[in-house]
């Protein structure tokens, strides 16, 4: 994968041009390249053909009419005075026309391949329609599934989100942001979203400055060093300061500790409520703290387009300072060709592609399914052995929410469904008896559990789609309960007492808490929401034409209680231990004050998490042996390779990730008890073992220390390799001082 380089003769170029355009510009020019405008769904107002004539605006955001787009770009470039092409932005996020997994999901491949197949095509299907910049990938790190928007991120982890986004820019961009079919990429939201309080959307972050370096800003640095052309800033506040006005988010990371020389763009109206926040009293004020502190485009709301000028007079902002922003987005501009080749070809989508598009997605949907559970190996089906199979559950059969949130060009057309997709594979093997059972997921009626407990009694094996409508996730759709909403779990107990082997899917945006339904199912596949090809992946599934690979991103709780619940938490001065066990019933009455087992547990429940990240079953088994280090000790700067062998003692094909975790024993400040440090799919006939290798070198095992400088300190480390992240096979070594 190239990264973009920043030094080319090709940039150098684009600085000149810069500048001279620059020189050129007036001053209300120079503003109106700083603002983002919704456009109108397909329509061209007066208003705004004539602001753009005049060259008051540098981008819009969701217009998907290619010839809407021609025409304002038509605007832009031939009736401006310096004919400024306009950015077209959207929220591209996992899928265009052809909708791939959510996020979550593309996460749970734990394959770089396919975010990056995601970002290719939803790209190429996108920039169709003229549409130059997606509003992706988000990359804040999510660790509270209380929080709707987890749906949209890649999960808990700074490493895997690293690579993740890595990948999937790369996608969106290519090597080149100028060929035809790339589009800009967007890291967001920067920074510290993901930390809302109490998981509700918006709330305030409180994260200290070591904790964001170490956990939530490292998936912006991998963004930015595989070439993402711009950042978009957080509604949330952080430590007092809204990420909008943050300078020492937006000036002293982006700038000057990364050197991003890409453009910050405010999220929708997110300057003018910095006075919402109370951090300003006035649009004014709120203008001149955005502006001051970094953000260079304004999305919608219009501050910058009221006020600049007058400040700029007034001297609260600077020349210089508005000339950078505007620098910063027509170097985007420059990059993405958009100077030499403005308009977008109306013939351009290419529809000898869907086929090629639908199996990405298919495939895509196929890693990133989840198996939690297994009993008695009652998965995969057998087609041979069945001669009936109930279809049961408001998910079944809806080509509309297995698409999961921000789909807002996903074309439901092409959605294939479970239900179809079973019938399609059993043929008129088996009967398929369906029945919906319940009109949402949220539903409290129980008219229709009779018709449902009937179509199992006919039925061999019982599949039951269960979970979250997508509209219960996404943005500012946070939950506080997360268990399987309405009267589904009354549903499982009700299809339970018939005894009939269950099979739970679950699609959803988040982890939901399945300690109830789990007692009750022999297997659970966790589909999250999978996009148009839902159906043909799971069916494979199910019936065993490929073994499910994915491997958790995120924790799953046993109860809300116990969220924020994340794998690389700190060790605590008193870690639980094999003696602090769930005792609230044991405690007499009474009781003097005591310090129970005197480590950090809850009373009520048990400590660990329901499954843990990493964690996913296969339809075959994997052994790891012989781990083995080169060195036990290395210096500062050199590294140090790890090998392990992986067999596959079971049955049948299948892949697995093989994932390395590292604990630093003793650092400056406290460190995570397990970090990922690596990881590797592969796939393996029964039998078959592989050799896998990691290189792992003392820069990878850097972290911001005391006074939140990046070292890399001497001292021991344990190190676990296996297929979980509470795997317990274990090497140590030590790095010394040179
Ligand atoms: C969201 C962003 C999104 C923007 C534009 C905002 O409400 O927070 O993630 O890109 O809208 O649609």
């Keep these: ?72 770009q038509q605007t832009a470039v031939e009736e401006s005075r310096l004919g400024i092409p306009l950015l077209v932005g959207r929220d591209v996020i996992h899928g265009f026309k052809t909708i791939f997994p959510i996020p979550l999901g593309l996460a749970s491949t734990w394959n770089p391949e396919i ?112 070439g993402a052309a711009s950042v978009m800033t957080s509604f949330s506040d952080l430590d007092g300061i809204p990420a909008t006005a943050n300078e020492f988010l937006l000036k002293q990371i982006l700038r000057q500790e990364w050197q991003f020389d890409g453009f910050v763009v405010s999220d929708w109206e997110a300057i003018s409520q910095l006075s919402v926040h109370g951090l300003t009293a006035s649009d004014k004020d709120s203008a001149c703290e955005a502006a001051n502190a970094g953000v260079d485009m304004e999305m919608v709301s219009r501050t910058y387009a009221d006020h600049l000028a007058d400040l700029l007079i007034e001297g609260k902002i600077s020349q210089d300072r508005i000339d950078t922003m505007v620098s910063n987005i027509l170097r985007a501009k420059f990059k993405l060709g958009l100077f030499d080749r403005p308009y977008t070809e109306t013939s351009s989508v290419n529809t000898d592609k869907s086929h090629e598009y ?50 807002f060009d996903g074309d439901i057309e092409l959605s294939q469904t479970p239900l179809q997709a079973i019938k399609a594979f059993m043929k ?10 319940m009109a949402t997921t ?127 938490h700190k060790n605590t001065g008193r870690p639980a231990t094999a003696g602090s066990v769930t005792n609230i019933d044991d405690i007499e009455a009474g009781a003097p004050q005591h310090s129970s087992g005197d480590t950090s547990f809850h009373l009520d429940i048990d400590n660990s998490p329901l499954y843990p990240f990493g964690y996913g079953l296969s339809y075959s088994e994997f052994k790891y042996s012989n781990l083995r280090l080169d060195h036990d000790k290395i210096k500062l700067g050199e590294s140090i390779r790890i090998e392990v062998e992986l067999t596959n003692t079971g049955e049948c094909e299948a892949e697995e990730v093989t994932q390395l975790y590292v604990r630093d024993l003793v650092g400056s400040v406290t460190r995570p008890v397990r970090e990922l440090k690596g990881f590797k799919k ?57």
């Excluded at 008129?428 to 059972?437: D, I, L, P, Q, T």
């Excluded at 679950?506 to 589909?527: C, F, Q, S, T, W």
């Design 1 to 72: 994968m190239e990264i973009l380089g920043k030094t080319t003769k090709h940039s150098r170029a684009i600085e000149k041009r810069i500048e001279e355009l620059i020189q050129e510009m007036t001053v209300a020019e120079k503003i109106g390249q700083l603002s983002l405008v919704n456009s109108i769904y397909g329509k061209i107002t007066k208003p705004l053909r004539q602001t753009i004539a005049e060259g008051k605006i540098g981008g819009i955001l969701n217009e998907v009419d290619v010839n809407v787009v021609n025409e304002l």
């Design 115 to 226: 975010p990056e197949r995601c970002g290719r095509i939803s790209a190429s299907e996108a920039s169709a329609t003229g549409i130059n910049w997606t509003f992706a990938p988000m990359i804040d790190i999510s660790r509270d599934p209380r929080w709707g928007r987890i749906a949209e991120s890649f999960g808990e982890d700074p490493y895997l989100t690293g690579v993740l986004a890595k990948a999937i820019v790369y996608g969106f961009q290519g090597d080149d942001l100028s060929s035809p079919g790339c589009i800009a990429a967007c890291a967001k939201h920067f920074a510290g979203y993901g930390a809302c309080e109490s998981g509700k959307d918006y709330n305030t972050a409180n994260i200290p400055e070591n904790e964001l370096r170490n956990v939530y800003l490292p998936p912006f640095k991998a963004a930015f060093d595989a």
């Design 358 to 407: 639908l199996e990405a997605a298919r495939c895509a949907a196929v890693q990133s399914c989840v198996l939690l559970e297994n009993k008695h190996n009652i998965l995969p089906l057998s087609k041979d052995k069945l001669s009936s199979i109930a279809v049961i559950g408001p998910l079944a059969d809806d080509r509309y929410e297995q698409l999961g949130t921000w789909i």
């Design 428 to 437: 008129k093997s088996a009967e398929v008896n369906y029945c919906r059972a």
């Design 442 to 568: 949220r539903s409290r009626s129980r008219e229709d559990f009779g018709e449902a407990v009937e179509t199992v009694r006919k039925s061999d094996v019982v599949i039951l789609f269960l979970g979250e409508e997508s509209i219960l996730s996404g943005e500012a759709h946070s939950r506080a309960d997360i268990s399987l909403p309405g009267i589904q779990n009354e549903l499982i107990e009700e299809i339970a007492a018939l005894g009939k082997p269950i099979v739970l899917v679950i699609m959803a945006g988040r982890p939901l808490l399945l300690e109830k339904a789990r007692k009750n199912v022999d297997a659970i596949l966790y589909a999250w929401h999978p996009g148009t090809m839902a159906g043909p992946a799971i069916a494979e599934l199910l019936f065993g034409i490929a073994s499910p690979s994915g491997k958790l991103p995120v924790t799953f709780p046993r109860a809300v209680g116990q969220i924020p619940i994340y794998y690389n």
């Design 682 to 738: 592969l796939r393996l006939r029964p039998g078959e073992t592989a050799s896998i290798t990691f290189e792992l070198s003392t820069d990878d095992l850097a972290f911001y220390g005391r006074n939140n400088k990046l070292v890399t300190e001497a001292g021991r480390f344990h190190l676990w390799i296996g297929g979980c992240s509470d795997t317990d096979l274990r090497a140590e070594f030590e790095i010394i001082e040179s």
